[in-house]
């Protein structure tokens, strides 16, 4: 079992930022792919970045939506996985939620997923 708590969430204008974290604990962290996903009212849970270790280095992938304003990073260390939003924009506004499971762009790939955290963007 892997358990995920995010946080970092809250109410941001427009072209403003956040950072998530999102803390794991139980199984060997690094052998996880770390994704976020997010929900917004009335519509479909979506991809938003993934990371995975493997061979000492990160990989990551992006949604085209997202590329170029947040960066998914992740620390072994510490059991943690971030999201550095920026150029936040009103349609950026979900509950964003973390999970963890095998590296890929899909909902269904990711076994743990934590309770989600709020994300609004004021336009």
């Known amino acids: 079992q892997v358990q995920l708590v995010e946080s970092g969430g809250g109410l941001v204008q427009a072209g403003g930022s956040l950072r998530l974290s999102c803390a794991a604990s139980g199984r060997t962290f690094s052998n996880y792919a770390m994704g976020w996903f997010r929900q917004a009212p009335g519509k479909e849970r979506e991809f938003v970045a993934t990371t995975r270790w493997s061979g000492g280095s990160a990989t990551y992938a992006y949604a085209d939506f997202v590329k170029g304003r947040f960066t998914i990073s992740r620390d072994n260390a510490k059991n943690t996985v971030y999201l550095q939003m920026n150029s936040l924009k009103s349609e950026d506004t979900a509950v964003y939620y973390c999970?963890?499971?095998?590296?890929?762009?899909?909902?269904?790939?990711?076994?743990?997923w934590g309770q989600g955290t709020q994300v609004t963007v004021s336009s």
């Open positions: 999970a963890a499971g095998t590296y890929g762009l899909g909902r269904y790939e990711y076994e743990y």
